[in-house]
């Protein structure tokens, strides 16, 4: 064996000394290898992340969420309705929630407006996330103008700000006392935007959202499992749908290795040659192209893969921020809670090295078995 | 040492482009003798040199080799017939039996002088730090000590070809092959050269050596020449 | 919990009876006298026979309890059904701890539990039918009507 | 010292980097992040239902809630609004009846 | 179909190596028929430079099997959430057709292509090819099982449909449910371990009669596959009882994640790499008298026996201490 370890080792030798003598073509090569890595990575660590971190964060949403739908279209719910899904075991609150939409021009940000039952929050004031204070450029004690339904100014102090940890989820919002949020959007006051519910044992949820499918036809229940479920559908299919993108730089990369590996030039079949003439055999030789390819394809995998990590979790995925963000000026500040497991790393391992090898494979083959007398006939 | 027995080497059979390198050729290789293929080129010295030691298969004929260690194949009275070896197995005997000196040198460019040397050995999985002392010993012994760290590229010609004389001695053949060794050199370094022959021949190697240059084949060195002319052995050989 | 956990089960697991408050969770550790499942990880299903020394044992649900409870000669040696003090069952809709003499249980349901089906305990005999009705099951029983007969007809 | 020798070393420095990555990921993993304990806080008291990734339309903010006839979202695999919109699918159950859902299984570890 | 990232890297693996055998397939064909070891001719140097590719081709997809292996548990894994019911891989791999004869196919692809490359060293140590027909025959064999494979997980992925009701490995793998997971699932338990205990236990004293006197390879090797079809039996049917502590869960899969220690690997690993040394131990019976390997295969195979008994070993004791310091009792 350790004749086995120290040939492979003196091989590595010279594989490592024919890389460094084409430097400036192999370190091109790397540096495309590492960043095809890179973005891979990145991206399926992202999609890792905000996946569990949805899961976490969500964990104590509403176990039901009771919307209704008129013609097709989310409409308010009566408040009627709140009190006879009260009704039904197992039940353990409803609580009716206002919320909805508001687009201000001035600034160009959609915010979240809803209605907060803290009673700590009197009427004429608002609680506002740290992204749409940061946007509006308030800090508590100043005044907000919100436009009503009725073309009248709302004027609300800023009570507070939401802490920054909670950008992920309400970095957006508009807290507003129910008066105030009713008197904004004109809201009917026997009607609220949908029904949060909650139940004691979250088995029983499909049976009770069955069962107000039932009394309300129109009625369009949401369970918690389906919110959560939203998530891993978001950052799986379009997740995937970028894979598939980027399958095709990875299969462009494998192209330009392929080309690279069997466009050998005439220098390097000529050293092939002399190798195999002064005593290496075929597969010394394949050893020699299969290292060449590993020190390349592994220093690509690690380093793509540490940098994507830095990326992701240190600096919040700033590459991917504008792809997030769209054309609205509002996004969360965030830190993603580190996510690398063995299914992301075989995955990118599938993704980037096999790929390369497979493609360096067969080039790499023909380059071995160059007679070996052809150096002496040349 | 080495039969060879009406040997031939098409290339390119049944091809239109078919050529016949060598033509049934016979002759026998003693041991600690220094024989010469004499010819011009193009009359399948090369060939005769690539099929002797392992390098390819002749089309038809055997190759007898004698003393010749190699594990796990079958040495019927103590002669090996390296003819239908897979090239595995040629390249295990070529390795440890023959040592090549090519017209070109054939030396890595890019590579230090003394990693060139120690090159043949890498496959062996010998210990690394001894092949590296016997690949300076080499160097010492040729005088080229202070170019070892050296990339080859700056090296003379004659410095080149002492580097591959080095190199196909660093795993201790019982067989010298040079292949029209004094091609790329003056006459002085040409004699230089045979004298080294010589000495490697009072320690005990078996010397093959291709050449067209009368300075070789003429040299009261050689025990024995054949000539070959269009693949064909002529006249007789004179020992 | 998980791996560590284990390591240490068996110290927990020899520890038979353990003082529990009433409606106090059990350790991450504390496992099912019957089937050696850890309680905590079924919170839901949580069943507790209380002795009247102040020990307690602690079921991943009611199925377990019923099944020490019935023998409990081989389940907690030296004591005998007088000396429970109190039967703690968890009422499904509710979810809160009830008393397992007068809960009502419905076998036979869709519902399954940690250990395939249960005993399903309501604390209302409302609650009972209505969940019977709802999830297909077939009958409702008192507390004394479990016997080893009717576990046995629960795989 | 050899090529391989440094070359082993980098290739070792880069492994320790990499599993630097992994064993942090898991322990920051184990413990609760300070983040998501007050992101937890808040979805729970306002009832909250969606992260506030994409703010650009309300199909994008509450992603969970979206409506089965948004503008745009007219269908599955329509790149209907570049940036985000090639993130946000409409969510699962808006192609099937929630409500004919199977009882859940038993829970297993 | 599903859109997710480990489904596209699966199927584009499973086209790579599929593709890959289909070309070593078509050399391997071309050997068989045409290959003449006295002839010097060009053909034949041809042929014999393409038995290294052919290795080549077939160590890659080993290679490549084994990491889309792992993936394709893992995927299976991490996509139960979409499906109602499925709580694991179990449940997912039941989505849709074709889910667990893909995992089978992969797992006995695995197993053929390391003794084919078994074959393969042993073939390179003779001087006279002494494997050449065997071993593409062989490969004959191989390829059309790995393009089923690729077949199987393409239909398999292409039918998974989000929203199908499907069972998890609760009710899989539990007693009293048909079908072979349901069996071995009810597998007695004590059955089931002295069939493990005397398997493993023939398997060593087979490898210790191998080792002192070089006979019974075809013993060893038949035993071996039992010991891995028996190992993996045992898993479902009582080491994961043990494992998990909960004596309803016979899933093979749970013991692959973080909680169990990633235990399943160790278990599986040593599995896969026993079965592939002690098959490759009595596939290579036949060719022992050859002249060309009288010396070289007898000292591989004492390698090959003493690798399979290590990992059988290490298999058994794994599953030893597993059920030994498990505080599970079973049945009352």
């Not at chain 4, 306002?46 to 269908?75: G, I, S, V």
């Not at chain 5, 869960?249 to 990633?262: I, K, R, S, T, V």
């Not at chain 5, 160790?266 to 010396?295: C, E, V």
């Amino acid at each position: 064996m350790p004749g086995t370890l120290r040939r492979t080792r003196s091989i590595l030798d010279f594989a490592l000394a024919s890389l460094l003598r084409r430097k400036g073509r192999n370190a091109a090569l790397l540096g495309v290898y590492t960043l095809v890595v890179f973005v891979a990575a990145s991206l399926v660590f992202f999609t890792q992340a905000v996946k569990r971190e949805a899961h976490q964060v969500l964990a104590d949403a509403p176990g039901l969420v009771v919307q209704r739908t008129l013609a097709g279209r989310q409409d308010l719910v009566p408040l009627a309705w709140a009190d006879w899904v009260r009704g039904l075991r197992g039940v353990r609150s409803v609580r009716p929630r206002w919320w909805g939409y508001y687009y201000d021009g001035a600034f160009g940000a959609n915010f979240t407006v809803q209605a907060s039952e803290d009673a700590a929050l009197p009427a004429g004031s608002a609680r506002i996330g740290a992204g749409a204070a940061r946007i509006l450029r308030v800090k508590e004690g100043d005044l907000i103008t919100l436009r009503g339904h009725d073309n009248l100014p709302l004027l609300l102090t800023v009570q507070g700000i939401l802490s920054s940890d909670s950008e992920l989820v309400a970095s957006d919002l508009l807290l507003l006392p129910r008066e105030d949020f009713q008197t904004l959007f004109g809201l009917p006051p026997d009607q609220a935007t949908d029904l949060a519910v909650d139940v004691a044992n979250p088995r029983e949820l499909p049976t009770l959202a069955a069962k107000i499918a039932e009394r309300y036809p129109e009625a369009r229940p949401i369970l918690h499992s389906e919110i959560l479920r939203t998530y891993d559908a978001i950052f799986d299919w379009r997740g995937g749908l970028l894979v598939a993108v980027l399958m095709i730089a990875v299969l462009c990369f494998a192209i330009f290795a392929w080309d690279r590996a069997a466009g050998l030039s005439a220098e390097e079949r000529r050293e092939i040659g002399i190798l195999k003439s002064i005593g290496w055999e075929t597969s010394d030789v394949l050893l020699l192209k299969l290292l060449e390819g590993l020190a390349v394809s592994l220093t690509a995998f690690l380093s793509g893969c540490v940098l994507a990590y830095g990326h992701v979790f240190l600096f919040s995925a700033p590459l991917f921020e504008g792809a997030l963000k769209g054309w609205s000026v509002l996004y969360p500040r965030y830190r993603l809670v580190p996510v690398v497991d063995g299914y992301q790393l075989s995955l990118l391992f599938l993704l980037a090295v096999v790929p390369y090898t497979a493609a360096t494979l067969i080039p790499g083959w023909r380059a071995a078995t160059v007679d070996p007398d052809a150096a002496m006939r040349s | 040492m080495i039969e060879v027995a009406n040997v031939t080497k098409t290339y390119h059979a049944g091809r239109p482009n078919a050529y016949t390198a060598v033509d049934g050729v016979s002759l026998a290789i003693e041991r600690g003798r220094l024989t010469v293929l004499k010819g011009p080129s193009g009359s399948g010295k090369t060939t005769l040199l690539s099929l002797v030691g392992c390098m390819a298969r002749p089309s038809s004929g055997r190759i007898h080799l004698r003393g010749v260690k190699a594990a796990g194949l079958p040495a019927a009275g103590g002669a090996l017939e390296i003819t239908s070896l897979p090239e595995r197995f040629l390249t295990e005997i070529r390795r440890a039996t023959f040592g090549f000196i090519f017209q070109h040198f054939n030396l890595i460019k890019g590579v230090s002088t003394l990693e060139n040397v120690m090159l043949p050995a890498y496959p062996l999985g010998g210990d690394p730090a001894a092949l590296r002392r016997r690949a300076g010993e080499l160097l010492e012994r040729f005088g080229l000590s202070r170019h070892a760290r050296e990339p080859i590229d700056r090296l003379s010609g004659g410095e080149l070809q002492r580097v591959a004389i080095a190199r196909a001695l660093v795993n201790d053949p019982a067989v010298l092959i040079a292949d029209e060794p004094t091609a790329h050199l003056d006459s002085h370094l040409s004699e230089a050269f045979m004298a080294l022959m010589g000495t490697f021949k009072e320690g005990g190697r078996t010397l093959l050596i291709a050449s067209h240059d009368p300075l070789v084949y003429d040299s009261p060195l050689v025990d024995a020449t054949h000539e070959l002319r269009d693949g064909r052995l002529c006249g007789k050989a004179s020992a | 919990m998980g791996r560590r956990g284990r390591w240490h089960g068996g110290l927990a697991a020899a520890i038979l009876a353990l003082p529990l408050a009433a409606g106090q969770a059990p350790s991450a550790r504390e496992k099912c006298p019957v089937c050696g499942m850890f309680v905590a990880k079924y919170p839901d299903w949580m069943a507790v026979l209380r002795f009247k020394d102040g020990s307690a044992l602690a079921f991943d649900g009611p199925k377990d309890l019923f099944t020490a409870y019935l023998d409990l000669k081989r389940y907690a040696p030296g004591r005998s059904p007088a000396d429970v003090a109190a039967i703690e069952v968890k009422d499904y809709y509710s979810l809160r701890v009830v008393d397992g003499f007068r809960a009502v249980f419905v076998i036979g349901s869709d519902v399954a539990g940690p250990m395939g089906r249960e005993l399903v305990p309501f604390a209302e005999a409302g609650d009972a039918a209505a969940f019977l009705k709802d999830h297909r099951g077939r009958r409702s029983l008192r507390f004394g009507e479990v016997t080893a007969a009717v576990l046995r007809s629960l795989p | 010292m050899r090529r391989s020798d440094l070359f082993l070393g980098l290739l070792a420095l880069q492994l320790g980097l990499f599993l630097a990555m992994l064993v942090y990921a898991r322990r920051a993993g184990r413990g609760v992040d300070p983040g998501v304990a007050e992101c937890r806080r808040w979805v729970a008291e306002l009832r909250l239902t969606d992260l506030c990734l994409f703010t650009e339309a309300r199909y994008t903010r509450n992603p969970a809630l979206a409506d089965l006839h948004t503008p745009f979202q007219d269908h599955p695999t329509a790149l209907e609004h570049f940036p985000s919109g090639t993130l946000v699918a409409p969510p699962p159950h808006l192609t099937s009846p929630h409500a004919w859902h199977p009882a859940p299984n038993p829970k297993h570890p | 179909m599903i859109q997710q990232p480990g489904v596209l890297a699966l199927l584009a693996a499973s086209a790579l190596v599929a593709a890959f055998l289909a070309l070593a397939a078509g050399f391997g064909l071309r050997i068989l028929r045409r290959w003449d070891l006295r002839s010097g001719s060009d053909l034949q140097l041809a042929l014999e430079r393409e038995t290294y590719l052919v290795s080549t081709l077939v160590a890659f997809a080993l290679a490549a099997e084994v990491v889309s292996l792992f993936l394709f548990v893992f995927t299976a894994d991490g996509l139960h959430g979409r499906f109602a019911g499925a709580m694991c891989a179990a449940g997912t791999l039941n989505a849709a057709p074709g889910g667990y004869a893909t995992l089978l196919l992969k797992v006995a692809n695995c197993l053929l292509a390391g003794v084919w490359l078994i074959l393969n060293h042993a073939d390179t140590r003779g001087y006279d090819y002494p494997l050449i027909r065997a071993k593409y025959a062989f490969l004959l064999v191989l390829a059309p099982l790995v393009w089923v494979e690729a077949f199987l997980a393409f239909r398999y992925f292409t039918g998974l449909r989000a929203e199908v009701i499907t069972s998890c490995c609760g009710s899989l793998f539990s007693q009293g449910q048909g079908g072979l997971a349901g069996d071995l699932a009810a597998w007695p338990e004590r059955t089931a371990m002295a069939v493990l205990a005397a398997v493993l236990g023939a398997l060593f004293v087979a490898g210790g009669v191998l080792l002192r006197t070089g006979r019974g390879g075809y013993a060893f090797g038949l035993l071996s596959g039992l010991a891995f079809l028996a190992g993996t039996a045992s898993l479902v049917s009582f080491v994961s009882v043990y494992l998990y502590e909960l004596p309803t869960h016979h899933c093979p899969f749970c013991c692959l994640q973080a909680e169990y220690g990633h235990v399943g690997y160790l278990l599986y690993g040593t599995l896969l790499g026993g079965g592939i040394a002690g098959l490759g131990t009595g596939a290579l019976m036949p060719f022992r008298r050859r002249a060309s390997l009288a010396a070289a295969l007898p000292a591989l195979q004492r390698r090959l026996v003493l690798a399979a008994l290590l990992a059988f070993g290490l298999f058994a004791l794994v599953v030893a201490y597993q059920v030994a310091t498990s505080s599970l009792r079973l049945g009352p």
